[in-house]
């Protein structure tokens, strides 16, 4: 079992940026695969982007392409997303998750591990 603690989060005007991290502990942190999602008010929780094992290999949702940068450092079983250029739409509780298997996926029951969550709020 890995336990996924969140950090990071607040108010950030739009146009600015603000850096999350996911720290993990438990099993070993680098077989798995990383995941960030948010939920905004009234919305379904959806995928924001997805990195492999490696770092090598990652995926973004299209509303966050170019703007968002996944990363992680396995030596300190930490994953980090990078927000750039925030919108007042990116406002959510940012939510990191581990996948079991190897293969990116962007499907939220793909995940089987889950953090609680880190408030992000964009204003305008």
């Known amino acids: 079992q890995v336990q996924l603690v969140e950090s990071g989060g607040g108010l950030v005007q739009a146009g600015g940026s603000l850096r999350l991290a996911c720290a993990a502990s438990g099993r070993t942190f680098r077989t798995y695969v990383m995941g960030w999602f948010r939920q905004a008010p009234g919305k379904e929780r959806e995928f924001v982007g997805t990195i492999n094992w490696s770092g090598a290999r990652t995926s973004y949702a299209d509303s966050v392409k170019g703007r968002f940068t996944i990363s992680r450092d396995n030596a300190k079983n930490t994953v980090y997303l990078q927000m750039n250029s925030l919108k007042p739409d990116d406002t959510a509780v940012y939510y990191c998750?581990?996948?079991?298997?190897?293969?990116?996926?962007?499907?939220?029951?793909?995940?089987?591990?889950w953090g609680q969550g880190t408030q992000v709020t964009v204003s305008s």
């Open positions: 998750a581990a996948r079991d298997l190897s293969t990116l996926q962007t499907n939220i029951a793909a995940y089987q591990h």
